[in-house]
């Protein structure tokens, strides 16, 4: 087995431990050693990989959830993209309660949105792609801060409020909005580069 490999299986089995040791308390009460004790790994291991466990949690909602998100050609797929991402919220609804608790509404927030705003960006970049155009430099890091902080924002509030969730609501709305405002940025074109 490969070092990465390796790596990847140490970082995955952590990952299960931290979902365990979750079902059964707080994350402020979740040390280190349960972990490592859980795994079978030493302590020099675990900080080899994360720099403690809230950097494990950061890696586990990454490579759960953002990573898949990053894999669908969303100019094709983006309804199955943001269905994905809800079943992902539903499933872990538990884990990522805890998370919020954890890092806090600003703290989710923030982690949502790095994650989303690479993701916006390849979006608004295929685009420019396919139409043979490119957006000011500016205005395409805005496009991608104000998509991201929308999915992160409205991520949060389902983590936040399960009593409002719907579903099929947010889907229709997040997949019309992007589509049509989309559309309607490079149909208008204040932003594009003149100088091609």
């Known amino acids: 087995m490969k070092h990465e490999e390796i790596s990847l299986w140490t970082k995955k089995s952590l990952a299960e431990a931290l979902k365990r040791a979750m079902s059964k308390k707080p994350f402020q009460k979740i ?40 894999s669908f050609d969303l100019l094709l797929d983006f309804d199955e993209a943001i269905q994905f991402v809800m079943n992902y919220v539903e499933e872990n609804d538990h884990i990522l309660s805890c ?44 496009l991608s801060e104000f998509y991201a902080s929308a999915v992160a924002g409205i991520l949060v509030e389902w983590v936040r409020d399960r009593s409002n969730r719907d579903r099929d609501g947010v889907m229709r709305y997040l997949s019309s909005t992007v589509r049509d405002s989309m559309a309607g940025i490079f149909a208008n074109d204040t932003f594009i580069k003149k100088d091609m």
């Not at 994650?115 to 155009?133: H, L, N, S, W």
């Open 99 to 142: 998370a919020y608790d954890a890092l806090g509404r600003d703290g989710l927030r923030r982690f949502f949105m790095s994650d989303f705003m690479d993701i916006c960006r390849t979006v608004i970049e295929e685009i420019e792609a396919r139409r043979g155009v490119h957006l000011e430099d500016g205005y395409r890091n805005f």
């Open 31 to 70: 040390t280190v050693s349960e972990l490592i004790l859980d795994c079978g790994i030493n302590r020099k291991t675990f900080y080899y990989h994360f720099k403690d466990i809230y950097d494990l949690l950061r890696w586990m909602l990454e490579e759960e959830s953002v990573e898949v998100v990053r």
